[in-house]
């Protein structure tokens, strides 16, 4: 189970950066916020986290079940260890109970972080949008250049031939 939550998170955030970088490069302008300003991208990071939570789930959950036989084989072949692994399991749920409950204390520290870091990563696409236009003219400059100047010597090359 926690294989499973741990997979989901971490698909979660991961489909959520990979579809908020792949909305911002794609430039298109989509539906526009009712203020007219920004293109609206959170349908489309959305649906990125939500697909690479689910395939995290599955894989986490695959993992846990994995894990599961790997153990009870483990256990099954020596009695001594089963018997400690008993006496263990009532601080182990302790220490579970323990977990999620800090991870539920942290969690809206952890929602700020992952809005601020939204809000960085659309002020850093905007600002280096202008960089990339510039870029992109003067390779393109340098590539006719390029052209030009092979031109020459294809023709200089016939002349001389």
């Known amino acids: 189970m926690h294989k499973m939550v741990k997979g989901l998170v971490l698909g979660g955030f991961v489909g959520a950066a990979v579809g908020g970088c792949r909305a911002v490069m794609a430039g298109e302008p989509g539906e526009q916020d009712p203020t007219g300003e920004a293109p609206?991208?959170?349908?489309?990071v959305a649906k990125a986290a939500a697909e690479a939570a689910l395939a995290g789930a599955v894989v986490g959950l695959c993992?846990?079940?994995?894990?599961?036989?790997?153990?009870?084989?483990?256990?099954?072949?020596?009695?001594?260890?089963?018997?400690?692994?008993?006496?263990?399991?009532?601080?182990?749920?302790?220490?579970?109970?323990?977990?999620?409950?800090?991870?539920e204390a942290a969690r809206p520290r952890v929602e700020h972080a992952a809005d601020l870091a939204r809000?960085?990563?659309?002020?850093?696409?905007?600002?280096?949008?202008p960089h990339l236009r510039h870029a992109a003219e003067?390779?393109?400059?340098?590539?006719?250049?390029?052209?030009?100047?092979?031109r020459q010597r294809a023709a200089e090359l016939r002349a001389a031939g």
């Open 63 to 103: 993992m846990e079940r994995r894990s599961r036989r790997r153990a009870e084989a483990a256990l099954a072949a020596s009695p001594a260890v089963l018997r400690y692994a008993r006496r263990a399991r009532p601080a182990m749920e302790t220490a579970v109970e323990r977990a999620l409950l800090a991870a």
């Open 40 to 44: 609206a991208l959170a349908p489309r």
């Open 138 to 150: 003067v390779a393109r400059e340098r590539a006719i250049d390029a052209a030009e100047l092979a």
């Open 119 to 129: 809000l960085r990563a659309f002020e850093a696409a905007e600002a280096a949008r």
